[in-house]
Every structure is written in structure tokens, then in C-alpha cells.
């Protein structure tokens, strides 16, 4: 039997992987967290192009997934030697209707 090893699989080790319990943004709107580390581009079954953050919230470690456009241009914009840093998530209502995103205050 072949191990799978031998298999010459390679695994993109460069996409990171949080193997903790998620948790929703909602769960977290106007509540203190501490940003831990993000993956850019991932595709969720709501599409292509989701942020997943990893978070401490009430000291234990979660992530979320988010295509919030002021979230994704903050972290692309945080360097990584700045990470982890404090921000609460505040909802923004835009447009008519009940249309609103998440930002970092």
C-alpha cells in the first residue's frame, strides 16, 4: 500500500489554514477583539474573494469570513509586523434599505 507521501501531492502551504471554531461578524459587531491574522481570497459557498480573520474574542481564539470592502482594504493596508492589534467592528449603513457592511473603529 502507497503512503501518501509518496503520492507527490503538494499542499499549498502558503494559504492559511485557522483550525478554530467560527464564529459569525454579527457575534462580534461593537464588541473589542483582538485581530490575530487573515487569508485574502477565499471562496466560500457565498462566493470567490472572502477575507477569513482570526480573531480573540473573550479570550478564546475564532475566525470569521467577510467580503466587507472597508475590512479587506484595512488589513490589506496593516503591515504584518503590526498584527495582533484592538479594533471593535461597527455595521455601516449604506444605500436604502437594511444594505450595510462592517469597518474597523
Request: charged share 30%; aromatic share 12%.
Amino acid at each position: 500500500m502507497k503512503k501518501f507521501s509518496d503520492l507527490g501531492i503538494k499542499l499549498n502551504e502558503d494559504k492559511n489554514i485557522f483550525q478554530v471554531q467560527q464564529i459569525s461578524i454579527t457575534d462580534v459587531t461593537n464588541c473589542e477583539i483582538e485581530v490575530l491574522d487573515f487569508a485574502t481570497d477565499v471562496k466560500t459557498k457565498f462566493g470567490d474573494g472572502r477575507y477569513v480573520v482570526r480573531i480573540r474574542y473573550e479570550n478564546e481564539e475564532r475566525k470569521f469570513f467577510t467580503n466587507a470592502t472597508p475590512i479587506k482594504e484595512a488589513l490589506d493596508k496593516i503591515e504584518k509586523s503590526d498584527f495582533p492589534f484592538k479594533t471593535v467592528i461597527k455595521p455601516q449603513k449604506f444605500g436604502t434599505g437594511n444594505n450595510k457592511t462592517y469597518q474597523f473603529t
